[in-house]
């Protein structure tokens, strides 16, 4: 392939700036990922508060990792990730209705997020012109006029001395904080317009250990809100022997880092032989509590101005809902766009990325924000159609508990295998409306 530039330099060691870096390896002679965690990044890492919690490679990221990286899904399993297939080795609740389970060949891939990052991180590892700066953040762009970053400038967190980066081009992976907003300022850029959603979203979570076949061949049980309950459970396996448990809420209701209220809170969410599965377990960690005030979507695509030489990937571009499982997806997708359009060039790089981008990531934005804003406690989306979605969706999901195809046609749009859309074809109207489902849903 093609050398387009000499030097990349990615700012974040997360999977996004990971999937990025390697795409960037087939374009430019050099690479450097810039990640503030030190050592300690092979483990649970200070910048990835999430990573306690609930992770796997869900329906579209499977097959986007695997166009990215060939044999990574397979290398998974064979280190010891929990493969299921996720209609037939699900147990999904949604609106207090279990969505009927069958083999729809929609397959899984359950793990810790330090395990799936440590895989992607290894085989980064074996490319030589490929350089990870551990311990190091970036301070501030390098710019000899606004209209072209040629670098960035990085040191050591709490101060020492600083190191220049030219490069032809940096791509901001830092996630939430977005190191290019500040840098976008001082350089007299306009902000990106932001679409928010605060879902007031918690989560708490603690590590267990039980059998991999305690629920014969389940792998995940997912209990989901109700419209009279903004609160639900997880209790997922992973690698090692071990079962991730957590307690998730929206609005009012927080999730305990106490070890006791925690448990009654499990308790009450959890099917009976679940909590009898979790009461038999070994406790692992102590409990670890994420908050989630708002997501997010910013439009770099609507932006008339920006410098060259800078790209925006990751939950730095936007953050959906972590519950949804659509992040890794999605970082999958922004590194194969990524590679689409260095295929162009660097010359206005940004503008193709960004189009591409956001209309990667619209329809899973769409679904999730009218998901929550049914829900207690968080705000309506103001999205256009919202009653008639919300009146469906419980039709839809009532049916689902004895249709299996809508069952896994819902879970397809809730994994971004299929546009939203797709809910509303006529077969899939007809099985909806003239369902036993339907019919109970319609008397509730």
């Given at each position: 392939?093609?050398?387009?530039g000499?030097?990349?330099?990615?700012?974040?060691?997360?999977?996004?700036g990971?999937?990025?870096?390697?795409?960037?390896a087939?374009?430019f002679e050099?690479?450097?990922?810039?990640?503030r965690?030190g050592d300690?990044a092979?483990g649970?890492?200070r910048?990835?508060?999430?990573g306690w919690?609930p992770?796997a490679?869900?329906?579209r990221?499977t097959?986007?990792?695997?166009?990215l990286?060939?044999?990574?899904?397979?290398?998974?399993?064979r280190?010891?990730g929990?493969?299921a297939?996720?209609m037939?080795?699900?147990r999904?609740?949604?609106?207090?209705?279990m969505?009927?389970?069958s083999?729809?060949?929609?397959n899984?891939?359950?793990a810790?997020?330090?395990?799936l990052?440590?895989?992607?991180r290894e085989?980064l590892?074996?490319?030589?012109h490929?350089t990870?700066?551990q311990?190091w953040?970036?301070?501030?762009?390098?710019?000899?006029?606004p209209?072209?970053?040629?670098?960035v400038?990085v040191?050591?967190?709490?101060g020492?001395?600083?190191e220049?980066l030219?490069?032809d081009l940096?791509?901001?992976?830092?996630?939430r904080?977005?190191?290019n907003?500040?840098?976008l300022?001082?350089?007299g850029?306009?902000?990106?317009?932001?679409e928010?959603v605060?879902v007031?979203?918690?989560?708490?979570t603690?590590?267990?250990?039980?059998?991999a076949d305690?629920?014969?061949?389940?792998r995940a049980?997912?209990?989901?809100p109700r419209?009279?309950?903004?609160?639900?459970?997880?209790?997922?396996?992973?690698e090692e022997?071990?079962?991730?448990?957590?307690v998730?809420?929206?609005g009012?209701?927080?999730?305990?880092?106490d070890?006791a209220v925690f448990?009654?809170q499990v308790?009450?969410?959890a099917?009976?032989?679940?909590?009898?599965?979790?009461q038999?377990?070994e406790p692992?960690?102590d409990?670890?509590?994420?908050h989630?005030p708002?997501?997010?979507r910013r439009?770099?695509d609507?932006?008339?101005r920006?410098?060259?030489?800078?790209?925006v990937?990751?939950?730095?571009?936007?953050?959906?809902?972590?519950?949804?499982?659509t992040g890794?997806m999605?970082?999958?997708?922004y590194?194969?766009?990524?590679?689409r359009?260095l295929?162009e060039?660097?010359?206005?790089?940004?503008?193709g990325f960004?189009?591409?981008a956001a209309?990667?990531?619209?329809?899973s934005?769409?679904?999730?924000?009218?998901?929550?804003?049914?829900?207690?406690?968080?705000?309506?989306?103001?999205?256009?159609?919202?009653r008639?979605?919300?009146?469906y969706?419980?039709?839809?999901?009532a049916?689902a508990?004895?249709?299996?195809v809508?069952a896994?046609?819902?879970?397809?749009?809730?994994?971004?295998?299929?546009s939203?859309?797709a809910?509303a074809r006529?077969?899939m109207l007809?099985?909806t409306?003239?369902s036993r489902?339907?019919?109970?849903a319609?008397?509730?």
């Open positions: 392939m093609p050398v387009t000499v030097h990349a330099v990615v700012l974040g060691g997360g999977m996004s990971l999937m990025a870096a390697h795409v960037l087939d374009h050099r690479v450097t990922v810039v990640e965690d300690e092979t649970h890492r910048g990835v508060p999430q919690h992770h490679l869900v329906l990221a097959d986007l990792l695997e166009e990286l060939p044999g990574m899904n397979e290398q998974y399993v280190d010891g929990v493969p297939e996720m037939g080795q699900h999904l609740f949604y609106f207090g209705h969505l009927r389970q083999d729809a060949g929609l899984t891939v359950w810790s997020r330090p395990f990052e440590r895989g992607i085989r590892g074996g490319r030589g490929v990870l700066r311990g953040e970036a301070v501030g762009p390098l710019a000899p006029t209209e072209r970053i040629t670098g400038v040191g050591r967190p709490g020492g001395g600083t220049n030219t490069a940096v791509v901001d992976a830092t996630g904080t977005g190191r907003r500040a840098w300022r001082e350089l850029y306009p902000l990106p317009r932001e928010r605060k007031n979203l918690a989560y708490a603690r590590i267990l250990r039980c059998d305690v629920f014969a061949s389940d049980i997912a209990v989901g419209l009279d309950r903004a609160r639900g459970l997880y209790f997922t396996v992973r022997g071990q079962w991730t448990l957590t998730y809420g929206y009012d209701f927080r999730p305990s880092d070890t448990m009654e308790r009450e969410l099917p009976d032989d679940v909590w009898a599965a979790i038999a377990a692992l960690t409990v670890h509590v994420f989630v708002e997501t997010y439009r770099y609507k932006l008339s920006f410098p060259s030489g800078l790209l990937t990751g939950d730095a571009l936007a953050a959906l809902n972590p519950l949804y499982g890794m999605y970082s999958a997708a590194a194969l766009i990524l590679g359009r295929r060039g660097l010359d206005g790089l940004h503008r960004f189009k591409d209309r990667a990531v619209a329809g934005w769409r679904f999730s924000s009218l998901s929550d804003s049914f829900l207690p406690g968080v705000p309506d989306s103001g999205l256009p159609g919202a008639v979605a919300l009146w969706l419980r039709r839809l999901v049916a508990e004895h249709d299996p809508l896994a046609d819902f879970i397809r749009v809730a994994g971004a295998l299929r939203p859309v809910l006529p077969e007809l099985r409306l003239g489902g339907a019919a109970r319609r008397r509730g």
